[in-house]
């Protein structure tokens, strides 16, 4: 079992739409949660991060953590052509190791 | 400078050569990060350094050979690469383990 999973996508959602980003975790003492976009060929970049069950909105971004299911998500509001990335959900369990997903795929179409 | 920065930012290699990638990050964090990512394919993870101590090595190949003489800055040395080794190679930093981590820009690494 993968420690951090996520859906590969590709994800399509029309400009303007609520796109939901997904993602699980295997180890129950995760104590720490982020999400990352990586435009092709760059680097990743840090959107969120949350440490704590509910949500945490910054912006178009919410970030949703529900540690009993072990799941984490990211909605993105009003989504617009230039939130097209991948996404990478990473997780810090408790042995202080970070994981990162495989990343879903989000286009957002004018 | 600022954030976290690396050099050089393309490196063409022969399987022969020996060349050094370098990073720096001016975030006065205190654990540094390789990582490897091939076209198409997730982060792999390939050293952790933590106050300067390397904490982790994921079973890479001796070829690639990390050093870390301070927190600020962390070099992968690379010698008789394979094709197979290009790849987008990326640093990233942390306040300490487990905390957010920021990424460089990457070098984009070519082995002929």
């Known amino acids: 079992q993968k420690e951090v999973e996520q859906n590969s996508g590709p994800l399509s959602v029309p400009e303007g739409a609520i796109a939901s980003l997904n993602c699980t975790y295997s180890?129950?003492?995760?104590?720490?949660f982020f999400w990352y976009r990586q435009y092709s060929g760059k680097s990743p970049e840090l959107i969120m991060f949350?440490?704590?069950?509910g949500d945490k909105e910054d912006g178009r971004f919410t970030a949703q953590l529900n540690k009993a299911s072990q799941y984490v998500s990211l909605l993105i509001r009003d989504s617009q052509p230039s939130d097209s990335a991948t996404y990478l959900c990473a997780v810090a369990n408790t042995g202080n190791q970070f994981y990162f997903g495989t990343g879903t795929s989000l286009t957002v179409i004018p | 400078e600022t954030g976290v920065t690396q050099t050089p930012r393309h490196l063409v290699m022969g399987m022969t050569n020996k060349k050094s990638l370098k990073c720096e990050q001016h975030?006065?964090?205190?654990?540094m990060y390789w990582y490897k990512q091939s076209a198409k394919k997730p982060l792999e993870l390939m050293f952790v350094y933590n106050f300067k101590e390397q904490t982790e090595n994921n079973s890479v190949p001796s070829r690639f050979s990390p050093e870390c003489p301070n927190s600020s800055h962390l070099f992968l040395h690379l010698h008789t690469l394979q094709p197979e080794d290009s790849a987008l190679y990326l640093c990233?930093?942390?306040?300490?383990?487990?905390?957010?981590?920021?990424f460089g820009p990457g070098t984009r690494l070519t082995v002929l």
């Open positions: 990233a930093s942390s306040q300490v383990l487990a905390r957010e981590q920021f």
């Open positions: 975030l006065g964090h205190n654990a």
């Open positions: 949350i440490y704590s069950n």
């Open positions: 180890d129950r003492g995760s104590q720490s």
